[in-house]
């Protein structure tokens, strides 16, 4: 069974991305599930339903998505094996910039649409620098000229990605897209013993675990100060 990791901002099209690209992929008789990660609420899982896809879902409650996704993913593996998937994709819920689900020697993919604005690529961090494959969509609502400057922000951020346009409505780029998710080469049996790409954020202070108090006194574990000295 290969395993391919979807990531991106909220809204960027993720869901129907994969959906389209779903389509194109069992035409090749392959059999696809779908993992979807998310942190209070989604109903994306009755997409995935209603197309015949299976699918579970994930919601993290008051933990980060991704470090949620991490303590589960080898479960979610052993999910798919057990219905005989050829592939499986996960959808992260792509709240945090910071963070990356992604995993050494496991396909990526980060999908970030043209209306997020000129800089986003430079806001994204790991999500969108270690990714293998970047989809952009909304490509139909730009221009051309805006289209290929937002491809080379992209570009510039991860030179070593593929990027490719993908409309998440039509399906236009779905099937080229599609080709590149599947190779027999890379069945997995297992993620136990793999590692990250890159670190999720240090983050565990006196909020982390529940405090709702305001004021420096009630600050402990690991906080970061803003300097607000002149320039």
């Given at each position: 069974?290969?395993?391919?990791?979807?990531?991106?901002?909220?809204?960027?099209?993720?869901?129907?991305?994969?959906?389209?690209?779903?389509?194109?992929?069992?035409?090749?008789?392959?059999?696809?599930?779908?993992?979807?990660?998310?942190?209070?609420?989604?109903?994306?899982?009755?997409?995935?339903?209603?197309?015949?896809?299976?699918?579970?879902?994930?919601?993290?409650?008051?933990?980060?998505?991704?470090?949620?996704?991490?303590?589960?993913?080898?479960?979610?593996?052993?999910?798919?094996?057990?219905?005989?998937?050829?592939?499986?994709?996960?959808?992260?819920?792509?709240?945090?910039?910071?963070?990356?689900?992604?995993?050494?020697?496991?396909?990526?993919?980060?999908?970030?649409?043209?209306?997020?604005?000129?800089?986003?690529?430079?806001?994204?961090?790991?999500?969108?620098?270690?990714?293998?494959?970047?989809?952009?969509?909304?490509?139909?609502?730009?221009s051309q000229a805006e289209r290929e400057v937002f491809a080379s922000r992209v570009s510039?951020?991860?030179?070593?990605?593929?990027?490719?346009?993908?409309?998440?409505?039509?399906?236009?780029?779905?099937?080229?897209?599609?080709?590149?998710?599947?190779?027999?080469?890379?069945?997995?049996?297992?993620?136990?013993?793999?590692?990250l790409r890159f670190s999720m954020p240090s983050a565990m202070c006196s909020y982390c675990?529940?405090?709702?108090?305001?004021?420096?006194?009630?600050?402990?574990?690991?906080?970061?100060?803003?300097?607000?000295?002149?320039?």
């Amino acid at each position: 069974m290969n395993l391919v990791t979807f990531s991106g901002p909220p809204s960027s099209g993720k869901t129907s991305v994969i959906l389209k690209t779903i389509e194109a992929i069992q035409k090749r008789d392959l059999k696809v599930g779908v993992v979807k990660f998310d942190c209070l609420y989604t109903d994306d899982d009755e997409l995935y339903r209603q197309a015949g896809v299976p699918v579970k879902k994930g919601l993290s409650g008051s933990l980060c998505p991704d470090h949620y996704f991490v303590s589960n993913i080898e479960e979610v593996v052993q999910w798919g094996k057990e219905r005989n998937l050829d592939l499986l994709i996960t959808e992260s819920a792509g709240l945090c910039n910071r963070c990356s689900p992604y995993i050494k020697d496991i396909k990526a993919i980060c999908v970030i649409d043209n209306l997020s604005g000129i800089n986003t690529p430079k806001k994204i961090g790991p999500m969108l620098k270690t990714a293998d494959i970047v989809v952009i969509t909304k490509g139909d609502i730009v221009s051309q000229a805006e289209r290929e400057v937002f491809a080379s922000r992209v570009s510039n951020v991860n030179p070593d990605a593929m990027v490719m346009n993908v409309n998440g409505l039509t399906g236009q780029g779905a099937f080229e897209f599609s080709t590149l998710l599947y190779d027999q080469e890379d069945n997995i049996e297992t993620v136990t013993g793999k590692k990250l790409r890159f670190s999720m954020p240090s983050a565990m202070c006196s909020y982390c675990l529940g405090e709702t108090r305001i004021g420096k006194e009630h600050q402990l574990g690991n906080v970061r100060k803003i300097d607000l000295g002149d320039q």
